[in-house]
């Protein structure tokens, strides 16, 4: 079941929401400072064949013309540097989604789940756990051009091992279906508009999804609606595998569409004549917004029982689905985070619970199979302590 109107009025009325549950402005700025003294140097770079992660203290900066090597069975996959929406490793490694902004708070999960939510060792009612979130622009570094927008989340402490990141785009669905489609779409990006305008007359769903994914001048970071794409595996306590879907939306679960005549031509990112926003107001936004309050949005799931019902209706990332989204819990963003630190935390879809994984893969050519490139050229991170920052229910900053 969806949240109704009432649930939202309700996480909307919260007690988290007063000053009194933020804490005073000294514990904010403590908590902040204790962040950047206690984030560690030690930053991990990927190496060629993705499988390693090593440590070092003196960033290498990218090269130009460096591209994303995936290994194994996507070995002959490589995307130019700059082009890959989901790289949102740390910034030595990082070839897109470079310019953003950093958020610490927590997220709570739903006192009652919803029924259609099956009981699992991760999702449970009235959990409450630390969040690092990141917001980005995928390719630009002017915040009022026109692009995909990116929200990534790590549920919990690095240190955790059942901890969850999720990475999320703008749009409901996705131009590509698979690491070969990507590859597809990536070049004809770097070959050119007519290229780009061929790729997507071929494939006028993969269209219909890019003008969804594409935000021109929004709002804010905090306005905007994100969607994993791609389906997770989720076991529940009796062994019984699922499906499910997520995504984080503002209260109001309202969107900025891409106008006219973009959405009828979207081939000219740069900024419009007469803009007024700074090329950083994106960020200006979100550190102005969270001096007075937080950045509060729903965490929803879809949740499939059965996915052999619905198959590529489901799996395929590219197809819209009519299922109902469950809200699942809220997430809130209570402090900024330095640029000179947010910019390196560690975001991967390696890191999950064991009882949420992202599903197995047999080529380049399955729908889960971006899931699969980013799981295995950003893997898991190890040995690199975190503080902790949780200050909530039965937490404490240490």
Same mark, same amino acid.
């Given at each position: ?14 007690? &988290? ?15 902040? #400072? ?10 991990? $770079?990927?190496?060629? #064949? ?5 440590f ?6 990218p090269?130009?013309? =460096?591209? @994303? +090597?995936w290994?194994?069975i996507f070995?002959?996959v490589?995307? /130019? ?22 958020g610490?708070?927590f997220?709570?999960?739903l006192?009652?789940?919803?029924? =259609?939510?099956p ?7 009235? $959990?409450?756990? /630390? ?17 995909i927008?990116?929200?990534?989340i ?6 955790? @091992?059942s ?11 996705? /131009?590509?279906? !698979? ?25 006028p769903?993969s269209?219909?999804s ?6 021109r001048? /929004?709002?804010?970071?905090a ?6 794409? !791609? ?9 019984c ?11 109001? &679960? &309202?969107?900025e ?15 419009? &004549?007469g ?20 950045? +509060?949005?729903?965490?929803e799931a879809?949740?499939?029982h ?6 590529d209706e489901?799996?395929?990332? +590219?197809l ?19 640029n !000179?630190?947010?910019?390196?935390v560690?975001y @991967? ?11 197995? +893969? ?14 295995a ?9 975190k ?12």
């Amino acid at each position: 079941m969806g949240a109704s109107q009432s649930d939202e009025k309700s996480l909307e009325g919260s007690p &988290k929401h007063s000053a009194a549950r933020r804490g005073s402005r000294a514990n904010q700025t403590q908590r902040r #400072n204790s962040y950047v003294k206690a984030f560690p140097e030690v930053k991990p $770079k990927v190496v060629d #064949n993705c499988e390693n992660v090593q440590f070092e203290r003196v960033p290498m900066p990218p090269r130009p013309g =460096d591209t @994303t +090597v995936w290994p194994g069975i996507f070995s002959d996959v490589s995307l /130019p540097g700059g082009l890959n929406p989901y790289g949102d490793g740390d910034n030595d490694t990082r070839r897109s989604n470079k310019q953003g902004a950093s958020g610490i708070g927590f997220i709570q999960f739903l006192p009652s789940l919803p029924v =259609d939510l099956p009981r699992n060792a991760f999702f449970i009612p009235n $959990k409450a756990l /630390p969040i690092t979130a990141r917001f980005a622009n995928t390719s630009l570094t002017d915040d009022a051009g026109m692009d995909i927008r990116s929200f990534s989340i790590k549920l919990g402490e690095a240190t955790d @091992t059942s901890h969850l990141d999720l990475l999320f785009l703008t749009g409901e669905t996705s /131009p590509w279906w !698979s690491a070969s489609s990507l590859r597809q779409w990536a070049s004809a990006h770097m070959n050119g508009t007519e290229a780009l305008k061929d790729f997507f007359r071929q494939r006028p769903y993969s269209f219909d999804s890019y003008v969804k994914n594409l935000k021109r001048t /929004p709002s804010s970071y905090a306005n905007l609606c994100y969607y994993t794409h !791609s389906a997770y595996e989720l076991r529940d306590l009796d062994g019984c595998l699922h499906h499910v879907k997520f995504r984080v939306c503002p209260l109001n &679960k &309202k969107d900025e569409p891409l106008p006219d005549p973009d959405a009828a031509a979207p081939w000219h990112p740069g900024r419009l &004549k007469g803009i007024p926003q700074t090329r950083h107001y994106l960020i200006e936004d979100f550190m102005k917004r969270l001096e007075t309050r937080p950045v +509060v949005y729903t965490l929803e799931a879809q949740i499939v029982h059965n996915v052999d019902e619905l198959g590529d209706e489901y799996l395929n990332p +590219v197809l819209p689905t009519q299922l109902e989204w469950n809200v699942i819990g809220e997430i809130i963003i209570e402090e900024p985070i330095p640029n !000179s630190i947010g910019d390196f935390v560690y975001y @991967t879809v390696a890191n999950h619970p064991e009882c949420l994984r992202p599903p197995p +893969v047999g080529s380049q050519d399955d729908f889960n199979s971006v899931l699969a490139i980013r799981q295995a050229c950003f893997p898991k991170q190890k040995d690199v302590e975190k503080p902790v920052l949780y200050d909530g229910p039965g937490g404490g900053l240490s």
